[in-house]
């Protein structure tokens, strides 16, 4: 029977993640975590007394988030609980340990983008040192994998004969009925439907060398 305590802690990032490498090269990561428990009272709910911990993490767990947390990010984070002693002079102090196996933003306060990270194989391991990895970086766990070129005696296409789609029956052009059609025609209305930045429709953000478009960034994500 273990005796060991597993916490699963709501709560704020106090500090900025510092990722430094043990001797041997393994990644480590630590910061402080703040969370206040809320209690009902006739009033309504109000936080009770912050309890602080210095959150710590190793290995992949530690570089990612070191690149994905920031001081003052809501997050939910899994780990053993332990306390750690310490003295400054004559005072003798404790200080909650969390030792997190896994965790991530707060959903609940926010949203967030997913990156997979997919590896460099070893060459050593395929016997294929030249070749190029499939994928470098995947966003919302779809892979992105180098297209072939095309031959030099294949017929070049033109960029209108790329765009064309396979042929099918004729494209219905007529407008679908807006539900509401005393007001699909307001300026108001045509202003909601327009892309913020420009005429072109909105797309979903892609990456690029492992980098989303700063343009599909929030404004707290730019800092």
Same mark, same amino acid.
């Given at each position: 029977?273990?005796?060991?305590?597993?916490?699963?802690? /709501?709560?704020?990032?106090?500090?900025? *993640?510092?990722?430094?490498?043990? @001797?041997?090269?393994? !990644?480590?990561?630590?910061?402080?975590?703040?969370?206040?428990?809320?209690?009902?009272?006739?009033?309504?709910?109000?936080?009770?007394?912050?309890?602080?911990?210095? !959150?710590? !993490?190793?290995?992949?767990?530690?570089?990612?988030?070191?690149?994905?947390?920031?001081?003052?990010?809501?997050?939910?984070?899994?780990g053993r609980?332990?306390?750690?002693?310490?003295s400054?002079?004559?005072?003798?102090?404790? @200080?909650?340990?969390?030792?997190?196996s896994?965790?991530?933003?707060?959903?609940?306060?926010?949203?967030?983008?997913?990156?997979?990270?997919?590896?460099?194989?070893? #060459?050593?391991?395929?016997?294929?040192?030249?070749? %190029?990895?499939?994928?470098?970086?995947?966003?919302?766990?779809?892979?992105?994998?180098?297209?072939? !070129? %095309?031959?030099?005696?294949? *017929?070049?296409?033109?960029?209108?004969? /790329?765009?064309?789609?396979?042929?099918?029956? %004729?494209?219905?052009?007529? #407008?679908?009925?807006? %539900?509401?059609?005393?007001?699909?025609?307001?300026?108001?209305?045509?202003?909601?439907?327009?892309?913020?930045?420009?005429?072109? #429709?909105?797309?979903?953000?892609?990456?690029?060398?492992? /980098?989303?478009?700063?343009?599909?960034?929030?404004?707290?994500?730019?800092?």
């Amino acid at each position: 029977m273990s005796r060991q305590l597993d916490l699963v802690v /709501q709560g704020v990032l106090g500090t900025n *993640p510092a990722v430094t490498r043990t @001797t041997g090269g393994r !990644a480590y990561c630590y910061f402080r975590l703040a969370t206040s428990p809320s209690f009902r009272t006739a009033e309504g709910w109000r936080d009770g007394q912050t309890i602080w911990f210095t !959150a710590k !993490a190793w290995g992949a767990l530690a570089e990612n988030l070191g690149r994905s947390l920031h001081k003052g990010d809501p997050v939910v984070l899994v780990g053993r609980f332990t306390q750690e002693s310490w003295s400054k002079g004559s005072d003798e102090y404790l @200080t909650n340990v969390l030792n997190v196996s896994c965790g991530g933003h707060d959903l609940t306060r926010g949203e967030s983008r997913f990156m997979r990270i997919i590896h460099k194989a070893d #060459p050593a391991d395929n016997g294929d040192a030249g070749a %190029p990895d499939a994928a470098a970086t995947t966003s919302s766990g779809s892979a992105q994998t180098a297209g072939s !070129a %095309p031959s030099p005696d294949e *017929p070049r296409q033109s960029s209108s004969d /790329q765009c064309l789609p396979p042929a099918t029956a %004729p494209l219905d052009t007529t #407008p679908a009925a807006e %539900p509401f059609a005393d007001h699909s025609t307001s300026p108001q209305h045509q202003e909601e439907l327009r892309d913020p930045r420009g005429d072109e #429709p909105a797309s979903e953000p892609q990456a690029v060398d492992g /980098q989303f478009d700063t343009d599909y960034l929030l404004a707290d994500e730019e800092d």
